[in-house]
């Protein structure tokens, strides 16, 4: 059985940092396409950042230069380090995998078979 379970979330001013975590169980997350997705209340879920198998990232132009996606293979763990936090960075933040390699469409929720819980981040001005 595949979990995807994050934590790391938190109430931080603006500017601030917060680094979520993804831990995987029943699943190798170096083996498949992973990525950070958000939600906002009334807003569609988006693509915040992805993760190839070889380590080729693809970030949404609204994050670009402020968060990292990485990977912790040992302890199978994804990783989002966030940087110079802005109140519009507010919302549920899910990881994902997908059950392939596969890049293409990695914006799309529809192309991942597996998603966390999702973990509340809230930025304040």
């Known amino acids: 059985q595949v979990q995807l379970v994050e934590s790391g979330g938190g109430s931080v001013q603006a500017g601030g940092s917060l680094r979520l975590s993804c831990a995987a169980s029943g699943y190798t997350v170096s083996s498949h396409y992973m990525a950070w997705f958000r939600q906002a209340p009334g807003k569609e879920r988006e693509g915040v950042v992805g993760?190839?198998?070889?380590?080729?990232?693809r970030y949404a132009d609204t994050v670009k230069g402020r968060f990292t996606i990485s990977m912790d293979n040992a302890k199978n763990t994804l990783y989002l380090q966030m940087n110079s936090l802005k109140p519009e960075d507010t919302a549920m933040y899910y990881c994902?995998?997908?059950?392939?390699?596969?890049?293409?469409?990695?914006?799309?929720?529809?192309?991942?078979?597996?998603w966390g819980q999702g973990t509340q981040v809230t930025v304040s001005s």
């Open positions: 993760l190839d198998t070889y380590g080729a990232t």
């Open positions: 994902a995998g997908r059950g392939s390699s596969r890049v293409a469409l990695w914006w799309s929720p529809a192309v991942y078979s597996y």
